[in-house]
């Protein structure tokens, strides 16, 4: 019985959970893989980094995309190490290595869809964006781009987010000029909607709003919005800009099914009062996701 309350109890065994971030990281480069391979190199899309590098110079010189991007992602490993002085992380290693090999080993099993650049350039962004995200969400990353950004931001002084446009748009540069401007364009439309799935699979779809409450009967809307709703609510002290005047903001966190009940206890309570209401993109503590689950 101990030992599997031990194996539920992950956190409090590294190696156990180091295990169970590699499965993790393992399945999210397996679909990364099996994105390349079915939708974007029979298509000639190329979507940033790595990947998209070795798929122009798969369809130039000939070379199997999944040996190239173990070469690119070994030597920027080595830069990378030596740039900074240490040693990456056993999940970086593993997961620059990992999707390179997988991409080469599954190709010769899995189907190829062509014919259609557009639902292959959304398909795929979906498919890899799902793998890129529990990859990510499990601690993982699979090197290229991102080592390159860290090295440009270091030396260069620029922003990550701007680092990581610069090095994508570099490779998409080079797919107009391999494939044309058409595949090109569709190579980022890819690199959207894989950023965007990325964000859906590590963030999860939005069920809570956050809700700030100005009002002259603070005390009243809060002491109903415990009662009622059985939610926690804050009192955060404010101050007009135009008045002056000193009063209290209600900050509250509730899920989307509740609005209309909170929206009407502040309607009846105080009809002048203003309400903003916010998406959150994730909520973690009492009554909402637990630590646990993150």
């Known amino acids: 019985m101990k030992f599997f309350q031990n194996l539920i109890n992950k956190e409090k065994h590294p190696i156990l959970k180091l295990s169970f971030d590699l499965l993790g990281i393992t399945i999210g480069l397996i679909f990364t893989a099996a994105a390349i391979d079915i939708f974007l190199v029979p ?147 890819t690199i959207l909607v894989m950023g965007w799935v990325i964000d859906l699979v590590q963030e999860g779809i939005s069920s809570e709003k956050v809700v700030y409450i100005i009002s002259d009967k603070n005390d009243l809307i809060a002491a109903e919005i415990l009662s009622s709703l059985d939610r926690g609510a804050t009192l955060v002290n404010s101050r007009g800009a135009y008045t002056g005047k000193e009063r209290e903001m209600i900050f509250v966190v509730i899920e989307r099914k509740q609005v209309e009940a909170l929206l009407d206890i502040v309607r009846s309570k105080d009809p002048m009062a203003f309400v903003i209401i916010n998406d959150a993109k994730e909520v973690i503590g009492h009554g909402f996701k637990p630590w646990s689950k993150r």
């Open 43 to 189: 298509n000639k899309l190329a979507a940033g980094g790595v990947s998209g590098l070795s798929t122009v110079l798969h369809y130039i010189i000939g070379v199997p995309v999944g040996l190239t991007m173990l070469l690119f992602n070994i030597l920027l490993l080595i830069a990378g190490t030596r740039v900074f002085g240490k040693a990456y992380s056993l999940k970086t290693v593993y997961g620059a290595i990992g999707v390179s090999l997988l991409v080469d080993l599954l190709y010769p099993i899995l189907p190829k869809i062509t014919g259609d650049p557009m639902l292959s350039a959304i398909y795929g962004g979906i498919l890899s964006g799902i793998g890129m995200g529990i990859v990510f969400k499990y601690g993982g990353n699979t090197g290229g781009t991102d080592i390159v950004a860290q090295i440009l931001q270091k030396f260069t002084n620029l922003p990550v987010g701007k680092a990581f446009l610069f090095v994508d748009g570099a490779v998409i540069l080079a797919a107009a000029a391999a494939f044309g401007v058409k595949l090109a364009l569709y190579g980022m439309l």
